[in-house]
């Protein structure tokens, strides 16, 4: 045989593209098909055996799960999509990835180079459209440098602070013909706590009398949820989670003191108001978790710890006393390392904490047939211990997180960015990533219906996921703030809905419809015990906006400050003018 002969042909850049994500340690693929990437497409049937590709119904769904499967690994998602069109649907499973800090990878077929600023047809510049919402965002237009540029786009996803990183692969790249090596992950230990960290935590610690704990943050691993559950219960601390990060920490333990995001105990708001020494651990404490800024002082009035894997988020708006630049893994096992405080100050402040969030997670005696509190709480019992939650965004989210207490072997993912139609896809993802665990995924009426067409997926690829949708006939959320700004108003927040215990019957899942308390826990285990993909319709009092007001006591409390502001000495005050700003404009 010649030498010419035995000379390998190469690969094709669909072929190293498909090659570059096996090298990756890559397990899942979540895509919409599209013509820009038939090359990538063909290149991932020859490693069908090592790479399953979910085929989804939309984009953004297919990225919700490519999310969900990062957020429960803490590897990079990784999801495909076609150009144009299906990148712009494909942004908001980003933003989520961006917000959320999870490590995520977009591959976005793009159009021939030669085309470049022709408007060809579904031409985007990715740079411009993804940059705000994106850690990085690559084009490959040389096969040669696949390799490279896929290894970094996975460095770039997990490093510091994680998030999703958008890669497009012009079209004619991926047929042209390349004998470049593969790439695998790089060997990277992660930052630990610097030398003199953990000291100066602990003689912080030692001084302080109110101290609160914040868990939050992703790519969390099993040893180090235990770690620093194990630091947190050794020195009695009170200990809350970040928003809809309730799967950090044990909601059963007497150490649980509720989660600080959009709902809050109005009690824990105000005992972290109060709070000497915060250890925000693994949080950005961001928009929600502060309260709309509200929570601490900037300057630094209340001393802060701030551990988080990016220097650059750390005192970007809070000013800390000390910041930790850490993973949080690794600063869990020095911080268990570290030990206890001797002579703790605060076990009665943890007790008042405590004792707060058991009053506040007591069901009230609601109007109606159904009890939703009641019904959840009795549903948590029946779960099994490594059930995977998933949310969707909306006032029927602040049931569970303020009803249920999540165990500690459970996983809880929801969008921190507020996207609705996440929890159904995301449910489907989790399922597809961990197929021996029960998943139940809770939804709005009108959540569902944005991607409620993704249940699709789940028989597609036989897994079986339950979706719990909330069903009140509206935009619950908005109705809320709807009432209490323009009272008896209703304007474009009501909702028609299918029967969607039918909806998933059409596909020959299982549906229930639950109108009364006793009826959540018999229809999910019935849906559990199905095998099949199904859908438990909770038909909600509507009247019962929030768990803490119904319409008419936000339209009564909307009323009383209408009649306070014409009041004549209301008025009056409302007509001196403003002190002029004696400082600088600011800019």
Same mark, same amino acid.
């Given at each position: 045989?010649?030498?010419?002969?035995?000379?390998t042909?190469?690969?094709?850049?669909?072929?190293?593209?498909?090659?570059?994500?096996?090298a990756?340690?890559?397990?899942?693929?979540?895509?919409?098909?599209?013509?820009?990437y038939?090359?990538?497409?063909?290149?991932?049937?020859?490693?069908?055996?090592?790479?399953?590709?979910?085929?989804?119904?939309?984009?953004a769904?297919?990225?919700?799960?490519?999310?969900?499967?990062?957020?429960l690994?803490?590897?990079?998602?990784?999801?495909?999509?076609?150009?144009?069109?299906?990148?712009?649907?494909?942004?908001?499973?980003?933003?989520?990835?961006?917000?959320?800090?999870?490590p995520?990878?977009?591959?976005?077929?793009?159009?021939?180079?030669?085309?470049?600023?022709?408007?060809?047809?579904?031409?985007?510049?990715?740079?411009?459209m993804?940059?705000?919402?994106?850690? #990085?965002?690559t084009?490959?237009?040389?096969?040669?440098?696949?390799?490279?540029?896929m290894?970094h786009?996975f460095?770039?996803?997990? @490093?510091?602070?994680?998030?999703?990183?958008?890669?497009?692969?012009?079209?004619?790249?991926q047929?042209r013909?390349?004998?470049?090596?593969?790439?695998?992950?790089?060997?990277?230990?992660?930052p630990?706590?610097?030398?003199?960290?953990?000291?100066?935590?602990?003689?912080?610690?030692?001084?302080?009398?109110?101290?609160?704990? =914040?868990?939050?943050? @992703?790519? *969390?691993t099993a040893?180090?949820?235990?770690? =620093?559950?194990?630091w947190?219960?050794?020195?009695?601390?009170?200990?809350?989670?970040?928003?809809?990060?309730?799967?950090?920490?044990?909601?059963?333990?007497?150490?649980?003191?509720?989660d600080l995001?959009?709902?809050?105990?109005?009690?824990?708001?105000?005992?972290?108001?109060?709070?000497?020494?915060?250890?925000?651990?693994?949080?950005?404490?961001?928009?929600?978790?502060?309260?709309?800024?509200?929570?601490?002082?900037m300057?630094?009035?209340?001393?802060?710890?701030?551990?988080?894997?990016d220097?650059?988020?750390?005192?970007?708006?809070?000013?800390?006393a000390?910041?930790i630049?850490?993973?949080?893994?690794?600063?869990?096992?020095?911080?268990?390392?570290a030990?206890?405080?001797?002579?703790?100050? #605060?076990?009665? *402040?943890?007790?008042?904490?405590?004792?707060?969030?058991?009053?506040?997670?007591?069901?009230?005696?609601?109007?109606?047939?159904?009890?939703?509190?009641?019904?959840?709480?009795?549903l948590?019992?029946?779960?099994?211990?490594?059930t995977?939650?998933?949310?969707?965004?909306g006032?029927?989210?602040? *049931?569970?997180?303020?009803?249920?207490?999540?165990?500690?072997?459970?996983?809880?993912?929801?969008?921190?960015?507020?996207?609705?139609?996440?929890?159904?896809?995301?449910a489907?993802g989790?399922?597809?990533?961990?197929p021996?665990?029960a998943?139940?995924?809770?939804?709005?009426?009108?959540?569902?219906?944005?991607?409620?067409?993704?249940?699709a997926?789940?028989?597609?690829? @036989?897994?079986n996921?339950?979706?719990?949708?909330?069903?009140?006939?509206?935009?619950?959320?908005?109705?809320?703030?709807q009432?209490r700004?323009?009272?008896?108003?209703?304007?474009?927040?009501?909702?028609?809905?299918?029967?969607?215990?039918?909806?998933?019957?059409a596909?020959g899942?299982?549906?229930?419809i639950?109108?009364?308390?006793?009826e959540?826990?018999?229809?999910?285990?019935?849906?559990?015990?199905?095998?099949?993909?199904?859908?438990?319709?909770?038909?909600?009092n509507?009247?019962q906006?929030?768990?803490?007001?119904?319409?008419a006591e936000l339209?009564?409390?909307a009323?009383?400050?209408?009649?306070?502001?014409?009041?004549?000495?209301?008025?009056?005050?409302?007509?001196?003018?403003?002190?002029?700003?004696?400082?600088?404009?600011?800019?």
């Amino acid at each position: 045989m010649t030498e010419a002969r035995r000379a390998t042909p190469g690969r094709t850049g669909g072929k190293l593209l498909a090659d570059a994500l096996v090298a990756q340690g890559v397990t899942h693929a979540f895509c919409v098909p599209g013509e820009s990437y038939l090359d990538l497409l063909d290149g991932l049937y020859s490693v069908r055996n090592r790479l399953q590709l979910v085929t989804c119904r939309f984009e953004a769904g297919a990225v919700h799960m490519a999310e969900a499967h990062g957020k429960l690994t803490g590897k990079p998602g990784v999801a495909i999509v076609t150009r144009g069109p299906g990148a712009c649907h494909a942004a908001i499973g980003v933003h989520v990835a961006f917000q959320d800090s999870t490590p995520l990878v977009l591959l976005v077929g793009q159009i021939p180079v030669e085309e470049t600023d022709r408007e060809s047809f579904q031409e985007v510049d990715y740079r411009r459209m993804f940059g705000p919402i994106a850690k #990085w965002v690559t084009q490959i237009d040389d096969e040669k440098r696949i390799p490279e540029l896929m290894a970094h786009a996975f460095d770039v996803a997990t @490093s510091g602070r994680p998030g999703p990183v958008v890669v497009a692969i012009s079209e004619e790249m991926q047929k042209r013909l390349s004998t470049v090596p593969d790439i695998g992950p790089a060997e990277v230990l992660p930052p630990h706590p610097a030398p003199d960290a953990l000291p100066r935590l602990m003689d912080m610690l030692a001084r302080a009398k109110r101290p609160l704990a =914040i868990l939050g943050g @992703s790519r *969390w691993t099993a040893q180090g949820k235990a770690d =620093i559950r194990d630091w947190l219960l050794a020195n009695d601390l009170p200990v809350s989670v970040a928003f809809r990060r309730m799967g950090l920490f044990d909601g059963t333990s007497p150490n649980y003191v509720g989660d600080l995001g959009v709902g809050a105990d109005a009690g824990l708001v105000a005992k972290a108001k109060e709070s000497d020494l915060v250890l925000a651990i693994g949080t950005r404490i961001g928009e929600p978790v502060s309260q709309g800024y509200t929570l601490f002082d900037m300057a630094g009035a209340t001393p802060i710890v701030h551990v988080y894997p990016d220097q650059a988020e750390i005192g970007r708006v809070y000013r800390p006393a000390l910041g930790i630049v850490s993973e949080v893994n690794a600063f869990a096992a020095a911080a268990k390392a570290a030990g206890a405080v001797k002579k703790p100050a #605060w076990s009665a *402040w943890t007790k008042e904490l405590r004792a707060l969030r058991v009053a506040q997670a007591v069901p009230p005696d609601y109007e109606g047939p159904l009890n939703l509190a009641t019904a959840l709480q009795a549903l948590e019992k029946e779960l099994p211990e490594d059930t995977i939650f998933t949310t969707d965004a909306g006032n029927f989210a602040t *049931w569970p997180n303020r009803f249920m207490h999540f165990g500690e072997k459970q996983d809880f993912l929801g969008p921190t960015n507020g996207a609705m139609g996440y929890a159904v896809p995301a449910a489907i993802g989790a399922k597809i990533t961990h197929p021996e665990r029960a998943v139940i995924g809770f939804v709005g009426d009108g959540g569902f219906l944005m991607t409620g067409q993704e249940i699709a997926t789940a028989f597609h690829h @036989s897994v079986n996921p339950v979706i719990l949708v909330f069903n009140n006939q509206m935009y619950g959320t908005i109705r809320m703030y709807q009432e209490r700004t323009y009272p008896h108003r209703v304007s474009g927040t009501a909702l028609t809905n299918p029967d969607f215990a039918k909806f998933i019957e059409a596909f020959g899942g299982h549906g229930e419809i639950v109108e009364r308390t006793e009826e959540l826990v018999p229809a999910v285990k019935r849906a559990l015990a199905s095998g099949k993909p199904a859908v438990v319709e909770v038909r909600t009092n509507p009247e019962q906006v929030t768990n803490r007001a119904t319409i008419a006591e936000l339209r009564a409390q909307a009323a009383k400050a209408a009649a306070s502001a014409t009041r004549p000495e209301t008025a009056k005050a409302a007509r001196t003018p403003a002190p002029r700003r004696t400082g600088p404009r600011p800019r």
